[in-house]
């Protein structure tokens, strides 16, 4: 067992002293879903967690208790802006402090591996570096405020499919150099107080028992901090005792408890490695205010909560990608005269992608609200288009009334399974979720509403849940049917949630009574875990053809009468989420062949893409401009519309590759084979497999438009820091090369003002190490007026020339330093000779981006 104890730390000793063995025990098991034991004799309250990361909901999944919702990782990726990093943590642990939160469950700093990872919206790019860097800026916005952060999946969790039990193979260097870097630096570079073990084994052995809990983590990078058990991922005793697993969550109930007890008492377990745990655990709850006499290691004041909408919607538009613009945009301040505003996204976005890292804001601001708000005075047309979303809808709140309170929404009761009423309450929607939240013995939740049909016609009233259901209607029964998940996990009784639906009549005006009996199995009792919703069950998209050609059709209309038309398209909850991946990158429906309508009838048609990841567009080069917004957070309508106008620059880069064609896509499988993900591309993913595969993109990592134009010259290598002595020395493991500053002139020779991210690649075409094309190696963002010059200046450092062999070397001769706006655009190039005496060739020193 490696110990990890700075110096000067004699203040935990006394506490951990007063605790005999049970109570040690007993403090590394969580209290309850959410929060670990208090122990008042030791002055010890308990440390409350919360699932970020792109918001904080606190203890319970409820309506009823808002969230800022701020926008995906991938978007804020996109923006390549530390800074904006640093920001948006400062804004999660306001929350964290409104909510009574100490430890935000977040960033998620696991690799876009492949684009049909059904998390990765919650990643935040392909490459290691751009990935470390904002992990670090965010890590230290939430723990300069006193909130810990929680940089997870530790490590190599970067699919979905069997997560709980995919054994991933990969190599030690692949390792280091790619999904091991993001935590690196969110630990030696933020300080993380909390890393999150992953599910899932890498090479043969689960996470929560893995040695690399030990190496890297804590012998080569010198994390002091606690390792949290992602939920439930601690399966058993004795191995995960003895490796560097400190917290097991949740709790009351866990494998640790009497059999920890049990095995350290038999030697099986040394008493040293719980007294290490416990001392890990208080050092949290020092820096995060949980012990007496400690207060919140903050070192600035949390920003007020009620600027966390402007942040919202400063990041969104940071964030969104102009991926093509044939001079559609900006429109004219004024705006166009009339707009034809189509798709089911402009109305209903999505915000946030699905599974924990969900919240529930106060207020949404879609499309089509946020170019309503920013041009009153324009004609705006709004059509459906197709239909995306599939499965059970949850019926709007607004059309409900609560029978016995007469508030909007619904009423529940929770039973036990004696029947006995444990709590009756009003909840505001139809979409319900409780996370260990559940009434103490609930056998069986209740819920009646009184619902207003806004149409008249025929609806497939149904739930989403997995248990036993019973629905009636006006005390008729409707159904009465057992529904199993798609697996045995709590996860799939979450987020892959089974469906029954019966058509009933709707008529507009006329009152419905409708009570719904959720009896839940045994593994929702004991867990207090649940979730349902009620709803209208959508048309599949087999079924919806005829809709969709009437959608269409209408969309057409709308967008020949319109100056412009605005094509909103996105991705559905069933699509991306966590708990799978995904099947395919097209995007669902008809929405292809509305697209390719629309344009078609208006040569200014704008489409907006409402993803968190990678989609397919294979209308993109006959539409006059193609703007993405990731999932947008709650102001995306908002942003949308700054963005629009002109009022605020699209500022993002692409933080993955974006594929032509499903086909191209160079690393692609997320599915085990009988049991094993095998990585066999090794350090050859995203950006770097697809120049070593010879494919051309729709999209390169790096790339985006704005609204203005740059010209980049003079690039210089500056005098090579020699600190580091004997850089030639490639067999020596310290030697890490030397950090090189770099500068180069940018101008914007554009007529607004405007931002560029420019990005620095290494090569080497010589090597006898396998090594990708090109790497990145460092990046730059420079804001300018128009006709204004600005110099860059940029390090490289010494670990950008470095690979892993049993230690970090640094290879000597020639590598190549290319400089541009992406990963396939780098006009600028010179020559770095790394050896005895360090010396550079430029190749190039003037061109335009």
Same mark, same amino acid.
């Given at each position: 067992?490696?110990?990890?104890?700075?110096?000067?730390?004699?203040?935990?000793?006394?506490?951990?002293?007063?605790?005999?063995?049970?109570?040690?025990?007993?403090?590394?098991?969580?209290?309850?879903?959410?929060?670990?034991?208090?122990?008042?004799?030791?002055?010890?309250?308990?440390?409350?967690?919360?699932?970020?990361?792109?918001?904080?909901?606190?203890?319970?999944?409820?309506?009823?208790?808002?969230?800022?919702?701020?926008?995906?990782?991938?978007?804020?990726?996109?923006?390549?802006?530390?800074?904006?990093?640093?920001?948006?943590?400062?804004?999660?642990?306001?929350?964290?402090?409104?909510?009574?939160?100490?430890?935000?469950?977040?960033?998620?700093?696991?690799?876009?591996?492949?684009?049909?990872?059904?998390?990765?919206?919650?990643?935040?790019?392909?490459?290691?570096?751009?990935?470390?860097?904002?992990?670090?800026?965010?890590?230290?916005?939430?723990?300069?405020?006193?909130?810990?952060?929680?940089?997870?999946?530790?490590?190599?969790?970067?699919?979905?499919?069997?997560?709980?039990?995919?054994?991933?193979?990969?190599?030690?260097?692949?390792?280091?150099?790619?999904?091991?870097?993001?935590?690196?630096?969110?630990?030696?570079?933020?300080?993380?107080?909390?890393?999150?073990?992953?599910?899932?084994?890498?090479?043969?052995?689960?996470?929560?028992?893995?040695?690399?809990?030990?190496?890297?983590?804590?012998?080569?990078?010198?994390?002091?901090?606690?390792?949290?058990?992602?939920?439930?991922?601690?399966?058993?005793?004795?191995?995960?005792?003895?490796?560097?697993?400190?917290?097991?969550?949740?709790?009351?109930?866990?494998?640790?408890?009497?059999?920890?007890?049990?095995?350290?008492?038999?030697?099986?377990?040394?008493?040293?490695?719980?007294?290490?745990?416990?001392?890990?655990?208080?050092?949290?709850?020092?820096?995060?205010?949980?012990?007496?006499?400690?207060?919140?290691?903050?070192?600035?004041?949390?920003?007020?909560?009620?600027?966390?909408?402007?942040?919202?919607?400063?990041?969104?538009?940071?964030?969104?990608?102009?991926?093509?613009?044939?001079?559609?945009?900006?429109?004219?301040?004024?705006?166009?005269?009339?707009?034809?505003?189509?798709?089911?996204?402009?109305?209903?976005?999505?915000?946030?992608?699905?599974?924990?890292?969900?919240?529930?804001?106060?207020?949404?601001?879609?499309?089509?609200?946020? #170019?309503?708000? @920013?041009?009153? %005075?324009?004609?705006? &047309?709004?059509?459906? !288009?197709? /239909? *995306?979303?599939?499965?059970? +809808? =949850?019926?709007?709140?607004?059309?409900?009334?609560?029978?016995?309170?007469?508030?909007?929404?619904?009423?529940?009761?929770?039973?036990?399974?004696?029947?006995?009423?444990?709590?009756?309450?009003?909840?505001?929607?139809?979409?319900?979720?409780?996370?260990?939240?559940?009434?103490?013995?609930?056998?069986?939740?209740?819920?009646?509403?009184?619902?207003?049909?806004?149409?008249?016609?025929?609806?497939? #009233?149904?739930? @989403?849940?997995? %248990?036993?259901?019973? &629905?009636?209607?006006? !005390?008729? /029964? *409707?159904?009465?049917?057992? +529904? =199993?998940?798609?697996?045995?996990?709590?996860?799939?009784?979450?987020?892959?949630?089974?469906?029954?639906?019966?058509?009933?009549?709707?008529?507009?005006?006329?009152?419905?009574?409708?009570?719904?009996?959720?009896?839940?199995?045994?593994?929702?009792?004991?867990?207090?875990?649940?979730?349902?919703?009620?709803?209208?069950?959508?048309?599949?998209?087999?079924?919806?053809?005829?809709?969709?050609?009437?959608?269409?059709? @209408?969309?057409?209309?709308?967008?020949?009468?319109?100056?412009?038309?605005?094509? *909103?398209?996105?991705?559905?909850?069933?699509?991306?989420?966590?708990?799978?991946?995904?099947?395919?990158?097209?995007?669902?429906?008809?929405?292809?062949?509305?697209?390719?309508?629309?344009?078609?009838?208006?040569?200014?048609?704008?489409?907006?893409?409402?993803?968190?990841?990678?989609?397919?567009?294979?209308?993109?080069?006959?539409?006059?401009?193609?703007?993405?917004?990731?999932?947008?957070?709650?102001?995306?309508?908002?942003?949308?519309?700054?963005?629009?106008?002109?009022?605020?620059?699209?500022?993002?880069?692409?933080?993955?590759?974006?594929?032509?064609?499903?086909?191209?896509?160079?690393?692609?499988?997320?599915?085990?084979?009988?049991?094993?993900?095998?990585?066999?591309?090794?350090?050859?993913?995203?950006?770097?497999?697809?120049?070593?595969?010879?494919?051309?993109?729709?999209?390169?990592?790096?790339?985006?438009?704005?609204?203005?134009?740059?010209?980049?010259?003079?690039?210089?290598?500056?005098?090579?820091?020699?600190?580091?002595?004997?850089?030639?020395?490639?067999?020596?493991?310290?030697?890490?090369?030397?950090?090189?500053?770099?500068?180069?002139?940018?101008?914007?020779?554009?007529?607004?003002?405007?931002?560029?991210?420019?990005?620095?690649?290494?090569?080497?075409?010589?090597?006898?190490?396998?090594?990708?094309?090109?790497?990145?190696?460092?990046?730059?963002?420079?804001?300018?007026?128009?006709?204004?010059?600005?110099?860059?200046?940029?390090?490289?450092?010494?670990?950008?020339?470095?690979?892993?062999?049993?230690?970090?070397?640094?290879?000597?001769?020639?590598?190549?330093?290319?400089?541009?706006?992406?990963?396939?655009?780098?006009?600028?190039?010179?020559?770095?000779?790394?050896?005895?005496?360090?010396?550079?060739?430029?190749?190039?020193?003037?061109?335009?981006?």
């Amino acid at each position: 067992m490696t110990t990890c104890r700075p110096a000067a730390e004699d203040y935990l000793e006394t506490p951990l002293g007063a605790l005999t063995l049970e109570q040690k025990v007993r403090l590394l098991t969580g209290a309850n879903f959410w929060s670990t034991h208090a122990e008042p004799a030791i002055g010890l309250r308990s440390i409350v967690f919360s699932d970020g990361p792109s918001g904080v909901r606190g203890v319970v999944w409820d309506e009823r208790d808002p969230s800022l919702n701020l926008p995906s990782a991938t978007a804020l990726a996109a923006s390549w802006d530390v800074n904006l990093a640093y920001r948006y943590g400062a804004a999660l642990a306001g929350e964290a402090r409104r909510k009574g939160v100490d430890a935000v469950l977040g960033p998620t700093i696991n690799l876009q591996r492949s684009p049909l990872a059904g998390r990765g919206f919650e990643a935040f790019s392909e490459d290691p570096l751009l990935t470390g860097e904002l992990a670090s800026a965010y890590v230290r916005g939430l723990q300069d405020h006193g909130v810990a952060a929680s940089p997870k999946h530790y490590v190599a969790n970067d699919s979905e499919t069997e997560r709980l039990t995919a054994d991933v193979d990969v190599d030690e260097r692949t390792l280091r150099e790619l999904y091991l870097v993001p935590f690196e630096w969110a630990v030696t570079d933020a300080g993380a107080w909390l890393v999150m073990s992953a599910y899932n084994s890498v090479r043969g052995t689960t996470m929560t028992e893995n040695a690399l809990l030990s190496t890297p983590l804590c012998t080569d990078w010198g994390f002091d901090g606690v390792v949290v058990s992602d939920w439930t991922a601690v399966r058993g005793t004795e191995a995960s005792a003895r490796a560097r697993q400190d917290l097991v969550m949740p709790g009351p109930v866990g494998p640790w408890g009497a059999a920890l007890v049990d095995a350290v008492r038999d030697g099986r377990v040394p008493a040293d490695a719980v007294d290490e745990k416990v001392r890990r655990l208080l050092r949290l709850a020092a820096r995060v205010g949980a012990l007496d006499g400690a207060a919140p290691r903050a070192v600035a004041p949390t920003p007020p909560v009620e600027q966390g909408p402007a942040l919202a919607r400063e990041v969104c538009a940071a964030g969104m990608v102009l991926l093509r613009n044939d001079g559609a945009l900006p429109w004219p301040a004024g705006g166009p005269r009339s707009i034809a505003l189509i798709g089911e996204h402009s109305a209903l976005p999505r915000t946030q992608g699905g599974g924990s890292a969900t919240v529930l804001p106060a207020q949404v601001t879609s499309p089509l609200d946020g #170019l309503r708000a @920013a041009l009153p %005075g324009t004609h705006l &047309v709004w059509s459906r !288009g197709v /239909p *995306v979303r599939q499965g059970i +809808l =949850a019926l709007p709140s607004a059309s409900l009334t609560d029978p016995v309170s007469a508030e909007p929404g619904l009423r529940a009761r929770y039973l036990g399974a004696d029947g006995r009423e444990l709590l009756d309450e009003n909840r505001r929607a139809a979409d319900l979720v409780w996370l260990g939240t559940l009434p103490e013995g609930t056998a069986t939740v209740e819920l009646r509403t009184r619902y207003h049909p806004g149409e008249t016609g025929p609806i497939r #009233l149904g739930v @989403a849940a997995a %248990g036993h259901l019973e &629905v009636h209607l006006d !005390g008729s /029964p *409707v159904f009465d049917t057992d +529904l =199993a998940p798609d697996g045995t996990s709590l996860g799939a009784a979450l987020f892959q949630r089974p469906t029954a639906a019966a058509e009933v009549d709707a008529v507009a005006g006329a009152t419905r009574d409708i009570t719904v009996r959720f009896h839940l199995p045994e593994v929702c009792r004991s867990s207090r875990i649940a979730a349902i919703t009620l709803g209208a069950e959508a048309a599949t998209w087999s079924a919806a053809e005829g809709i969709a050609a009437e959608g269409i059709a @209408a969309a057409v209309a709308s967008a020949r009468a319109a100056e412009v038309a605005v094509v *909103v398209v996105g991705t559905t909850p069933q699509l991306e989420s966590e708990g799978f991946d995904r099947t395919g990158l097209a995007l669902p429906g008809a929405q292809d062949d509305l697209v390719r309508a629309v344009a078609a009838a208006n040569p200014r048609t704008v489409v907006v893409v409402n993803s968190g990841g990678p989609v397919t567009m294979p209308w993109r080069d006959e539409v006059a401009a193609v703007l993405l917004g990731w999932f947008g957070g709650q102001e995306f309508g908002h942003a949308l519309a700054d963005v629009l106008l002109g009022h605020t620059e699209p500022g993002g880069r692409l933080p993955t590759t974006w594929p032509a064609t499903e086909a191209d896509v160079p690393v692609l499988n997320t599915t085990p084979e009988n049991g094993l993900l095998r990585y066999d591309e090794g350090i050859h993913i995203g950006y770097r497999a697809w120049l070593r595969a010879g494919h051309q993109p729709a999209y390169p990592f790096g790339h985006g438009l704005g609204y203005t134009t740059w010209d980049i010259a003079d690039l210089t290598i500056d005098t090579i820091d020699t600190t580091d002595a004997g850089a030639g020395d490639a067999d020596d493991a310290d030697n890490l090369g030397h950090s090189v500053p770099v500068t180069f002139t940018a101008r914007n020779t554009g007529q607004r003002a405007g931002r560029q991210v420019f990005q620095a690649y290494l090569s080497k075409e010589e090597s006898t190490v396998d090594r990708p094309v090109c790497w990145l190696a460092g990046f730059a963002t420079v804001r300018a007026e128009p006709d204004s010059q600005h110099q860059v200046r940029l390090t490289l450092p010494a670990r950008a020339f470095a690979h892993w062999d049993a230690g970090w070397h640094t290879e000597p001769g020639s590598y190549t330093l290319r400089i541009g706006t992406d990963a396939m655009h780098l006009p600028l190039a010179a020559r770095i000779s790394v050896g005895a005496r360090p010396s550079y060739t430029q190749q190039s020193s003037r061109t335009r981006p």
